[in-house]
């Protein structure tokens, strides 16, 4: 009940945000503009499906940025200067970052150690050696890689979705499935709802814990592969604060920081108010894209508060249900 009330709130906000952009800017309603809200925030919905895992499982990554930036210089650096392919580049980049995603969760289920703290020491482990790979951006100029970044699924006229946007999708359809319709995904929510009862029902809680820290990993790097095709380069300065953006994705989108509430669609929109507000300081082109912050900001505040009252207010009535039970 508490998760349709949270989406219902989030499409309703991405709703008022996108219509009333449509009416102060001429051609914001159009295809390309919609097509672009994948394209140009596929890296961040990539990496805030990892992060929906982790947070329904009642935890937290702050490594996703650092995984993007190590993942974006190890396919240019494996690329460039050790002449190795393009797909294998990107194998190696994903099993890269799904086995320290891995690794992490590792650590927090077998010390029972914070997941604040083992994430932002992967934070900046990850950061650290990818400025030991590169200390400034390399571009990428294998052809294969050329002509998959200016891939594009023509949408009618000038619109057309780029290989970022279809990778996003595709994660989006593949994590949705596994979280909505596999044994694996009720486990998440059942770990991150109460893990000592989730244990006692059978769940194996460490290794949900681990696999959703790798599913993350992955993503991340993912996320790193996508932000190459769109910028042709690998950076290791690359994705600061993405980490930040991604959970406020994730929040904005109806989970709860303390799990066991949420969904993938509602992460999407997410993402896809995150984009609008910044195409649409693009239009107005009077306020710099410092006000997104300020906006994300609020929205996420705001979110925070609705989720707390929503959560109050399903405490009452399960408490008034338990009453009336034992009254009869």
């Keep these: 009940m508490m998760s349709r009330l949270s989406f219902a709130a989030t499409a309703a906000v991405l709703v008022l945000l996108f219509g009333s952009a449509a009416l102060l800017y001429p051609g914001f309603f159009s295809a390309r503009v919609i097509a672009n809200l994948f394209g140009d925030n596929a890296a961040l919905g990539v990496a805030a499906i990892g992060l929906t895992f982790v947070i329904l499982a009642g935890g937290i990554d702050l490594s ?25 580049a990107v194998a190696l980049a994903l099993a890269i970052g799904a086995a320290f995603g891995a690794g992490m969760g590792a650590l927090i289920h077998r010390y029972e150690l914070p997941p604040f703290l083992v994430t932002l020491a992967g934070m900046f482990f990850a950061r650290g050696m990818a400025f030991v790979m590169s200390l400034e951006s390399l571009g990428i100029a294998h052809p294969l890689y050329r002509r998959a970044a200016a891939f594009g699924l023509p949408l009618g006229g000038r619109a057309a979705l780029t290989a970022p946007a279809l990778i996003f999708l595709a994660a989006l359809i593949v994590g949705a499935v596994l979280l909505h319709a596999t044994r694996f995904g009720r486990d998440v929510y059942a770990v991150g709802g109460h893990a000592p009862s989730a244990r006692l ?54 989970t709860l920081l ?43 505040l705001i979110f925070i508060v609705v989720q707390k009252l929503l959560s109050r207010a399903a405490t009452r009535r399960a408490r008034a249900t338990l009453k009336e039970t034992e009254g009869e």
Excluded: Y
């Design 64 to 88: 996703v940025g650092a995984v993007l930036a190590f993942t974006s210089t190890f396919v240019a650096t494996a690329i460039e200067h050790h002449g190795i392919s393009p797909l294998a």
């Design 201 to 254: 029902l059978g769940v194996a809680v460490g290794r949900v814990k681990i696999a959703v820290h790798a599913l993350a990993g992955a993503c991340s790097a993912l996320a790193g592969v996508v932000a190459t095709l769109r910028m042709g380069s690998g950076n290791p300065a690359q994705g600061t604060g993405f980490e930040l953006d991604a959970i406020a994705c994730v929040v904005i989108g109806g």
């Design 258 to 300: 303390s799990g066991g509430v949420g969904s993938l669609p509602g992460t999407l929109l997410g993402v896809l108010i995150f984009g609008t507000i910044q195409i649409a300081l693009v239009f107005d082109g009077r306020l710099n894209s410092w006000w997104s912050r300020i906006v994300i900001g609020a929205l996420l």
